[in-house]
């Protein structure tokens, strides 16, 4: 009886505090996005669906219901960056966590510092420094104008390229950890079997290597994909205000839009997808370790 | 000799052409844009992108920045007393987890202090504004403390639990064969043996705290503005040499505090 009531204090600071700040708050979000706004910021309690349907329609002067796709655009282009970016980190972050577990030990703790040195240094700070690369008459800017690949007019900063290559800067470093988790736990000896048995380079990666790192990479698709649907800072500093993310229009919902119950429902919404691609990973995670 | 080594067809089935270089090319895009910033830090000129000669000048007007050192202010606060209860609630979570006998739904509450690193920033932070809004609750810095307390909770709960996780418990179990109560089993022998955790925990927390943006941007007002809605708001306005001395000064505070957590990291391992 004594070891329970340990048990329960021990925990119960967590849980109070992540039920009501936490919990409490998304329960809050959910009733919101059901009823109506107030045009005054905050919200009348009086239920409707409204806030959901002005994803899709708005009403015309006649007040008949007509699809706007202005708000399906943004979301559109959450899903399709936030997917690209986690392609492309994949893409450069497999070689480059391969080519780390083949140094030194003291090679590979010096360049896993490297890796993981930018999480400690200020969100802000780091998309400042694409901005700043990007920037009009920046370095990369006068660059490719010196070598003519861009026109006198072009400018690097404030559209989705950019956004992509800001949000490629500030998670990259969170695909390259677990694969490289992944390709340590690997047996080398298989490499070495495949070779043996003359299978080329290309044949061994693609069904020894990428098969056995599959946990890995799929960890770090979705750490990386998850903050790319909420991400806020690159959408309003690299996109430059007009190139909308699902973040940053939640955002202005709750700021100069002033429409809550609207921001509630997109806000419910980004939650269902991110919980779709969690739950997938949980699946199969959970297959996993049945298989082994 | 060596250069042509380079060339020949390296026979190591494990070797791939071409990652090296994919790495060398990765960290030179992770460090360029850094370096970028510090050497721009160092140019007179107020243009940033064209070089007039070295100085300091930037950094001693960012010092005297009165906005840059409020902000500072308030972000070292709330990240003091977010750090502090987060951490107590993560040891207290983490030694009834790892060390507990019979705990009940053990999995469910591992998720629920876990629970901020599942979501979305964005999702958390327009929640924690509706709830405080409700609430009624005016002052910013109240608001800061809470919302940073509660998303700090997994980052102090982690190397806490794997500092218990990597630690037989012969030594607590011995002690209280010993007859010593739980209270000053837990001071004299978990506790010391626990601290390397305690600490990286705790630093990894006072560091997110203090590099939030999304959650202090949404949630600051009432007269709390932290450092990174500080420099968000400079940002803003456009590239400039204050900032990049700014961005460097923040800089070389990080590798000051990363570098020792990693090292005792290293070694526990």
């Known amino acids: 009886m004594k070891k329970l009531s340990w048990n329960f204090w021990g925990l119960l600071p967590a849980y109070l505090v992540m039920s009501l ?35 899709f329609y708005t009403a015309d002067w006649d007040d008949n219901l007509v699809l706007n796709f202005q708000y399906l655009k943004i979301i559109a282009r959450t899903l399709f960056l936030s997917g690209a970016t986690a392609v492309i980190c994949l893409l450069v972050s497999f070689p480059v966590a391969y080519y780390i577990s083949r140094q030194s030990n003291n090679m590979k703790t010096f360049l896993l510092y490297l890796v993981t040195l930018p999480f400690w240094v200020s969100m802000v700070v780091r998309v400042y420094a694409c901005v700043l690369i990007l920037s009009n008459d920046g370095v990369l800017e006068s660059g490719l104008r010196f070598f003519g690949l861009i026109g006198d007019i072009d400018s690097l900063l404030y559209n989705n390229a950019a956004m992509m290559v800001g949000m490629v800067y500030t998670y990259i470093p969170l695909m390259i950890l677990p694969i490289y988790a992944s390709i340590e736990k690997l047996d080398t000896r298989l490499i070495e079997a495949a070779s043996d048995l003359y299978s080329c380079r290309m044949n061994t990666l693609r069904s020894i290597i990428l098969p056995l790192c599959k946990p890995g990479i799929v960890a770090g698709f979705i750490l990386v994909l998850v903050p790319c649907l909420g991400t806020v800072l690159e959408p309003m500093l690299l996109g430059g205000g007009k190139t909308m993310m699902l973040g940053n229009l939640i955002q202005n919902q709750f700021g100069v839009a002033r429409n809550w119950s609207f921001g509630a429902s997109l806000t419910v919404l980004l939650l269902c997808i991110v919980l779709l691609f969690l739950m997938f990973q949980a699946h199969r995670t959970s297959k996993l370790r049945e298989l082994s | 000799m060596n250069i042509l080594a380079m060339f020949k067809p390296n026979r190591d089935a494990k070797h791939y052409p071409g990652f090296g270089a994919v790495g060398v090319l990765f960290f030179t895009f992770l460090y360029l844009p850094i370096l970028v910033i510090i050497a721009y830090s160092f140019n007179s ?46 040891v207290s979570a983490a030694l009834v987890l790892e060390r507990g006998q019979n705990v009940k739904h053990a999995k469910l509450s591992q ?49 806490i639990r794997a500092r218990l996780q990597g630690m037989d418990n012969n030594l607590e179990q011995a002690a209280q064969d010993l007859y010593a109560t739980p209270l000053v089993t837990f001071r004299r022998i978990t506790l010391p043996l626990i601290a390397p955790g305690i600490f990286a925990g705790s630093m990894l927390s006072f560091v997110i705290s203090m590099d939030d943006f999304i959650t202090s941007n949404i949630v600051s007002g009432g007269g709390a503005t932290t450092l990174p809605v500080y420099i968000f708001s400079l940002v803003k306005q456009g590239v400039s040499p204050e900032l990049n001395a700014i961005s460097t000064l923040i800089m070389v505070a990080s590798l000051l505090i990363a570098t020792p957590c990693w090292l005792i990291a290293k070694r526990s391992r």
């Open chain 1, 21 to 55: 700040l936490m919990v409490l708050p998304l329960l809050i979000i959910f009733y919101v996005s059901f009823m109506t706004s107030d045009a005054y910021g905050g919200y009348k309690a009086i239920f409707s669906l409204q806030s959901y349907s002005q994803i």
């Open chain 2, 45 to 90: 000129n107020r243009i940033v992108s064209v070089w007039q000669g070295f100085s300091w000048q930037w950094y001693a007007s960012a010092l005297q920045n009165e906005g840059l050192l409020n902000s500072l202010r308030v972000s070292l606060t709330v990240a003091l007393f977010a750090t502090l209860v987060a951490t107590v609630i993560a």
């Open chain 2, 111 to 159: 998720g629920v202090v876990n629970l901020p690193l599942m979501l979305p920033e964005i999702v958390f932070a327009v929640a924690i504004l509706i709830l405080f809004s409700q609430l009624g609750i005016q002052s910013g810095m109240l608001k800061l403390i809470l919302a940073h307390s509660a998303f700090c909770i997994p980052f102090a709960f982690l190397p």
